[in-house]
């Protein structure tokens, strides 16, 4: 597939398992995703400033632990990058901040292959 076609998504994750798992789940379910795995904020930096982003899958405690520095990074980009956040139920409450920084939307982790396949394709 045409590189200029795909939307990538960007999976910032301190779980590589968690991480190969959405990788796996998307890039699988159509060939129009490419995903690319960052483990902190300034790896995703890094490649926020080398790549297009359609979608930014964030762990919610990361972005918590960078003061939400990359949100506002990321609301600055002109493309309109998409952030969703993923938390565990423990964390719902601080999810409201997130997305009054920024973040577009949220899903509660263990999530399903099959919601997060919908989730990704009804923002594509």
């Not at 076609?5 to 998307?26: C, G, K, Q, V």
């Not at 009054?100 to 990704?120: E, Q, T, V, W």
Request: hydrophobic share 40%; net charge negative; charged share 25%.
């Amino acid at each position: 597939m045409n590189d200029v076609n795909r939307r990538h998504i960007l999976i910032l994750d301190p779980e590589r398992d968690t991480a190969e798992l959405f990788t796996r789940a998307l890039e699988t379910h159509t060939k129009n995703y490419k995903c690319y795995w960052v483990r902190t904020p300034q790896e995703a930096r890094s490649l926020l400033s080398e790549i297009s982003f359609n979608c930014v899958l964030a762990d919610f405690t990361i972005l918590e632990q960078d003061h939400f520095l990359l949100l506002d990074l990321i609301r600055g980009i002109p493309c309109g990058t998409t952030v969703i956040v993923d938390a565990y139920l423990n964390q719902k409450e601080h999810i409201k901040k997130a997305l009054d920084m920024g973040a577009n939307g949220y899903f509660i982790k263990p999530i399903m292959i099959n919601s997060l396949r919908k989730l990704i394709d009804d923002i594509a």
